[in-house]
């Protein structure tokens, strides 16, 4: 499903932030992304989704990670950023949340039934139609994550999933992605974490 051979990015001339990086992630797999502040991490995201470019290869899905190929990737993909403050940009939840599978062509009434949906199996039909300026930030969290399922991409990036959350709001979002069928890369610096969800780990370091 994913593929990085020999991948290697800077920032700044001469101080790489990955150095030859290669590995292969099947359709299906949960793999945790780990590693220090500054390892990379994040980067590898930006990579995959064609935020930045490097040097090497990466296939997504058979596809190259390349300028012509990017609608077509990222359809295929969800990234739940660190900061959803970043990511909500509509006026509601129900606004964001529709707005993602109505620009991929999806009918108004098939988009609506898949936010319900996700909203019941995340317990927020609460927050439907709330404010997102009004929401906490583990309720924003939360939020965005619901976005991104309601798209149902085939590869689900999320960036410290449960960062903010409260313990019962972690809980259900642990269940939620070990329910997932899609092929899955989370970052995250708490390790119960990473050993609930994961199959497998992908360590960055020098």
Do not use: W
């Not at 606004?95 to 019941?120: C, H, I, Q, S």
Request: proline share 4%; net charge negative; hydrophobic share 40%.
């Amino acid at each position: 499903m994913i593929d990085f051979n020999n991948v290697s990015f800077s920032y700044e001339p001469g101080r790489p932030v990955i150095e030859n990086l290669s590995f292969h992630i099947e359709k299906g797999e949960a793999v945790g992304l780990v590693g220090a502040n500054g390892a990379g991490k994040s980067t590898v995201m930006k990579l995959l989704l064609g935020l930045l470019e490097g040097e090497g290869t990466i296939l997504v899905d058979g596809l190259e990670v390349k300028k012509q190929n990017l609608p077509e990737i990222r359809k295929k993909m969800g990234f739940v950023f660190q900061n959803s403050e970043n990511q909500m940009f509509m006026p509601t939840v129900y606004e964001d949340m529709m707005f993602g599978p109505l620009n991929y062509g999806v009918k108004r009434e098939e988009a609506e039934k898949k936010v319900d949906e996700v909203l019941a199996r995340l317990h927020l039909q609460h927050l439907k139609h709330r404010h997102n300026y009004k929401l906490s930030g583990g309720e924003l969290k939360m939020a965005a994550i619901a976005t991104i399922l309601a798209m149902e991409p085939q590869i689900i990036l999320m960036d410290e999933p449960t960062a903010s959350l409260d313990p019962e709001n972690r809980r259900i979002v642990i269940d939620t992605i070990r329910s997932l069928d899609q092929t899955k890369i989370i970052t995250s610096h708490d390790p119960e974490v990473i050993a609930e969800v994961c199959t497998r780990v992908i360590e960055l370091k020098k």
